[in-house]
């Protein structure tokens, strides 16, 4: 995977992050979800990589990355440290080091929510951005019901205090990662051997089965007052949102409504496939990010 892409690991301001980064042109940032990694991009990050500067990073917490102290368990400061602008500011710092004052940026799943507050605290540096299978947070919470709670359910599994969903986790996080991956994908096969053993490697540590659930209890909290704040604010470069047709995004959402209350110039569509836009239709993923970079 990842042929011609260098392995770099570099110093932000609160943490360490872990990438990868190949080709040559303008720069473009992917940012991955849970509970993968940077590698979940392996299928369209070497074509991306014929047109642009591709640097594919693990979010902190997640993969190779840091993962900071999040303040002491049960303590709702702590979850900042896994807020979307933190890990938003690692990014946009990750992007500096690198020598790119502008880049565009490709999220998915909760890579694309870092990507929607990296677009409200930085989103003079960013040319274009795409979202992949999601709504904006602060909308999914307010219009949650039964359907969403139940297709949905980690999003309240996760948040539950310290260590009760650590603890459940981490007795076969194998198998709670393939559970998850397999219920939301829609297309057979999709997931490399090579990929699925990079997710397992990284997700059995049980720091990253504690961050990411940090990650979740700073959605249901800080990120939500942050988001409030800035729900009259526009993002201004052009979006693209793209989400599975055969997804639970497609069945709760009209994506490009809730997209064009946020952001000023939008456009997207559904592709054939469930929530691993890269991985279950990496042809038609590719075709969309090309047409809208």
Not at 87 to 98: G, K, N, P, S, Y
Not at 105 to 123: C, E, I, K, M, S
Not at 136 to 163: G, K, V
Not at 271 to 291: D, I, K, Q, S, V
């Amino acid at each position: 995977m990842f042929e011609g892409f260098e392995s770099r690991r570099l110093a932000v301001s609160e943490t360490e992050i872990n990438l990868r980064v190949g080709g040559a042109g303008p720069a473009l940032l992917l940012l991955h979800g849970y509970p993968q990694t940077h590698v979940m991009w392996h299928k369209i990050a070497p074509a991306l990589a014929e047109r642009f500067t591709v640097v594919c990073a693990d979010l902190r917490g997640y993969g190779d990355s840091g993962k900071p102290e999040s303040g002491p368990p049960g303590s709702e400061a702590g979850h900042a440290a896994y807020s979307k602008r933190a890990m938003a500011r690692d990014q946009a710092e990750v992007m500096t080091a690198l020598g790119f004052e502008r880049f565009s940026v490709v999220g998915h799943d909760r890579g694309a929510r870092v990507t929607h507050r990296l677009l409200l605290d930085h989103g003079a540096r960013v040319d274009k951005a795409a979202v992949l299978d999601i709504a904006p947070t602060l909308d999914m919470y307010e219009r949650t019901d039964r359907f969403f709670a139940q297709a949905y359910y980690h999003w309240f599994f996760l948040i539950q205090p310290f260590d009760l969903p650590e603890r459940m986790i981490g007795g076969d996080p194998d198998y709670y990662l393939e559970r998850k991956i397999g219920a939301w994908s829609k297309v057979g096969g999709c997931f490399t051997e090579e990929a699925l053993a990079e997710y397992k490697r990284c997700f059995r540590d049980p720091a990253t089965i504690h961050a990411t659930c940090e990650d979740y209890r700073a959605a249901a909290g800080i990120d939500l007052e942050h988001d409030r704040a800035d729900r009259s604010e526009k993002i201004v470069p052009p979006l693209l949102a793209l989400w599975g047709q055969l997804g639970v995004i497609e069945l709760c959402y009209d994506v490009l409504d809730l997209w064009s209350q946020r952001a000023d110039e939008v456009s997207g569509r559904a592709l054939p496939c469930g929530h691993f836009l890269a991985e279950e239709a990496p042809a038609e993923t590719l075709e969309a990010l090309l047409g809208f970079l």
